[in-house]
């Protein structure tokens, strides 16, 4: 039994956000032979459960990790089987950093984004309308207690801005919170050492797969300790060059052209 675990965004999915049908044959080939697929993702858990169910994933076996790693979901029980959460100051930190630096945060629940009131903008709605999530503003006193499963930096304009934040926060805070980047416009926080190599590694044991038995695959940033942890990890060929570079084999085709297909067929079916 092998087990992949596959990003989303960039690299199960097309640019129109859409899973190709080569993907999806390639993953039925899989489940028949008795292989595992974890869906691996940097999406909160209600913007990724229901491609989840798309792809008929709901059976015994079957996970999905969300949140970067800070939970894992069991989609046959429809139960959350584990958790880690920020800090309430790692959040202090972030919420004043994001204030300084004038760079729109917002934070997550199991299932809905929450915000502070100020950062109840066009950023937020764009995020949510992107996903179909709804939020909830939380109040000044709920702050002094929160223990979201990641924040996010959002700046649908400037890359580089994201890029700096991540870097300040991580100076200022390194023993509290990762920064990296998941696409151009989205900045993940999270809580230190929590990334998706830690999932790849708890999903692994906690399934009995061997080591060797793992594949990964991805395109961002976000993805490259997942790539790192695995057996064999692939950078798909639309990905980043950090990404692609940190990879064991880079696929020859695009997310556009089923390069989870090639992956299955060369790594896993072979």
């Known amino acids: 039994m092998k087990a992949l675990f596959l990003d989303l965004d960039g690299t199960l999915l097309n640019d129109d956000r859409q899973i190709p049908q080569g993907n999806r044959d390639a993953l039925d080939a899989m489940f028949a032979a008795g292989h595992k697929v974890i869906i691996n993702t940097g999406r909160p858990l209600a913007g990724a459960i229901g491609l989840a169910k798309e792809l008929?994933?709901?059976?015994?076996?079957?996970?999905?990790?969300a949140f970067n790693g800070g939970l894992i979901y069991d989609l046959a029980a429809k139960e959350i089987i584990y958790k880690e959460t920020l800090t309430p100051e790692a959040v202090r930190v972030v919420a004043?950093?994001?204030?300084?630096?004038?760079?729109?945060?917002?934070?997550?629940?199991?299932?809905?984004?929450?915000?502070?009131?100020?950062?109840?903008?066009?950023?937020?709605?764009?995020?949510?309308?992107?996903?179909?999530?709804?939020?909830?503003?939380?109040?000044?006193?709920?702050?002094?207690?929160?223990?979201?499963?990641?924040?996010?930096?959002?700046?649908?304009?400037?890359?580089?801005?994201?890029?700096?934040?991540?870097?300040?926060?991580?100076?200022?805070?390194?023993?509290?919170?990762?920064?990296?980047?998941?696409?151009?416009?989205?900045?993940?926080?999270?809580?230190?050492?929590?990334?998706?190599?830690?999932?790849?590694?708890?999903?692994?044991?906690?399934?009995?797969?061997?080591?060797?038995?793992?594949v990964a695959v991805g395109d961002e940033a976000n993805d490259i300790p997942m790539l790192a942890a695995a057996h064999i990890g692939v950078a798909m060929q639309n990905g980043t060059p950090e990404t692609r570079a940190a990879a064991d084999v880079v696929t020859e085709r695009d997310n556009n052209h089923c390069g989870v297909a090639e992956v299955i067929e060369k790594y896993i079916m072979a």
């Not at 008929?56 to 990790?65: I, P, Q, R, T």
């Open 56 to 65: 008929e994933l709901e059976k015994s076996g079957c996970y999905l990790a």
């Open 96 to 214: 004043e950093a994001s204030l300084e630096k004038d760079v729109h945060v917002q934070m997550y629940d199991d299932w809905k984004v929450l915000c502070e009131p100020h950062w109840e903008d066009e950023d937020l709605h764009w995020y949510c309308n992107r996903l179909g999530m709804e939020y909830r503003v939380v109040s000044p006193q709920e702050m002094g207690e929160m223990r979201p499963l990641k924040m996010s930096g959002v700046d649908r304009a400037n890359k580089e801005r994201l890029e700096a934040f991540g870097r300040y926060l991580m100076e200022k805070a390194p023993e509290l919170v990762d920064a990296f980047l998941s696409s151009n416009m989205l900045l993940e926080i999270v809580a230190h050492g929590q990334n998706k190599g830690s999932a790849l590694h708890w999903l692994a044991a906690h399934i009995g797969a061997a080591p060797e038995d793992t």
